[in-house]
């Protein structure tokens, strides 16, 4: 493509009609599309990346696109119309031209103004319905309706609520509408960003194309789908699940009928229990709802059965409120009359069996012991206090006479002679076996410090040649690349040189200087020479004192322990 010719075009444009920004655009639009010939592609350009054909153009050609659009702001939106309603009559063409122009300006127009996509998605779904049976028409909209998501996930959700999931149903468009889907939120997995945009008149069609079989997705796109349900129920549920989820709860409850598929039966039940659980209003809505969903009501009192252990207290707590209500309503559907529904007594049975077990929790015992110990403390206390000592009390009396206080005295000698024991057998042993440790851990440190200094050394000649070689690696990227990806670049090399300047650099050095301070340490204190008769006498004058310390503080303890028991 020849720039200086399309600015001289558009100079052209802009000095014939300079208050016309609109000729200028479709000037444009018109003049890439007749230069950027290639051969007719599917509409959805599912072999190429989702930023194509823009990806492709240069910097250059960018800047010159961005540059009249930023001009020409206040005909954006009609010119997003021009190129789309273009491309739909160039499809009528038996020969038509190719269409990377127009996709073009679509990309840099929606990448900067996303919202412009959503400004008459009603028109545009009226679009698909008149085109219905012209598939490479509709997919066209679709794509160029949908480029704003990738720049904008609420506005891809909006694209995909108000145009394809009403569409989702028809064979044609069903997997490009899917794959769209799942690119969107592969896209953007911060979905904080789309909170608020599904609600439960969008979020339940979805949960029947995903789970309702024999419906008019083929299964392998109900499985996709279904890959993607737990992300958009994320979505639904929004950022403060505790105040929604009891709107969500009559068509979960509605759906959770006795025939319905295994996999959806445990989704419902799944969800209901999270409702429940998280908001305390969908239990008020339940008992409203109760008479007229019996059967399903059965079923999620069995499930709430089944996973009773896993529940917390707080849903305990207002469970045993609901299901006592329950109990006086199926009391008075009994009193109706024999003939009452089978559906009562699998209510009444399971409400039943719930509150069985909230009344069945089990004796204390746990509690209990913690009282005793606290009363025997508290009468330990009060006794050693009334008589003076320990030695005086009721209770030494008592242990005494039991034969507790001499076995416990008896069991200290035998603790304190076996340490004693195994303090000698260490003071015998030690050095022997010391001394054998010693010969072979002495050339294995004389190995270790060089090893260590040598990967000092590689390290910091790896990282010197990093340094050097990154601002050629980064021309690189910028000459191969994207520009969309050149800022990432960029980051990451700052990011690079800033770890190899503050945290790597300075920890190895660090570490050379420590293990230089603890061998010059070494090398003083052996005057000069290490050796191993000097390194023994270290470890042996160590050990000697450690073993000290330890025995000071065993008679220590030990004193302590009977001047407590005999009261002195």
Known sequence: ?????????????????????????????????????????????????????????????????????????????????????????????????????????????????????????????????????????????????????????????????????????????????????????????????????????????????????????????????????????????????????????????????????????????????????????????????YTKHLSQSSLLLNHLLESWDSSSKKVRQSLQETVRSFKVTNEELAARGPNSDQDVAACDAACKELLRKMKGRGFPWSRLLLVLLVFAAGFLLHDVRTHGSFQASSSARLLHSSGVLPALQQAWQKVSHCCLEGYRWLERSLPVYGSQAAAVLEPLWAKSVEVALYASEQCSSLLSWIHDSLPCFIEWLQSRVPESLLHFAECVGELLLFLVRSCLLPLLECVAAALERGWKHCVDSCNGAVSWDCVREHLTSFTYSSWIYLQNTTVAVKNWALAMISGH
């Open 1 to 289: 493509l020849d720039l200086a010719d399309l600015q001289k075009e558009l100079d052209k444009s802009q000095s014939v009609f300079p208050e016309n920004p609109s000729v200028w655009v479709k000037d444009l639009a018109g003049y890439l599309n007749y230069k950027l010939q290639a051969p007719r592609s599917d509409p959805m350009l599912s072999q190429h990346p989702h930023d194509y054909p823009y990806c492709l153009v240069s910097k250059e050609l960018k800047s010159i696109i961005r540059s009249l659009l930023g001009r020409s702001s206040s005909v954006l939106e009609l010119f997003f119309d021009h190129c789309i309603y273009t491309m739909l009559q160039e499809l009528d063409k038996t020969r038509g031209e190719s269409l990377h122009g127009y996709r073009i300006c679509i990309q840099a127009v929606l990448l900067d103004r996303p919202k412009i996509a959503t400004m008459n998605l009603g028109k545009y779904l009226e679009v698909l319905r008149s085109h219905q049976n012209r598939p490479a028409k509709c997919l066209t909209v679709l794509w160029a309706l949908g480029q704003a998501g990738f720049a904008d996930l609420h506005e891809g959700l909006k694209v995909w609520l108000g145009i394809m999931l009403p569409v989702l149903g028809i064979k044609s468009l069903s997997p490009y509408a899917v794959a769209y889907l799942d690119r969107l939120l592969m896209m953007h997995p911060n979905l904080t960003k789309g909170f608020g945009m599904i609600g439960p008149k969008d979020f339940f069609p979805l949960l029947d194309f995903a789970f309702m079989p024999n419906n008019s997705l083929p299964p392998s796109l109900q499985e996709q789908l279904r890959r993607l349900y737990p992300r958009l129920k994320v979505l639904a549920f929004g950022a403060k699940p505790e105040t929604a989820l009891h709107t969500y709860f009559p068509s979960f409850l509605s759906r959770a009928t006795p025939s319905c598929p295994p996999g959806m039966k445990k989704e419902l039940l799944t969800s209901m229990s999270q409702c429940l659980s998280l908001d305390p209003l969908s239990f008020s809505v339940w008992r409203q709802l």
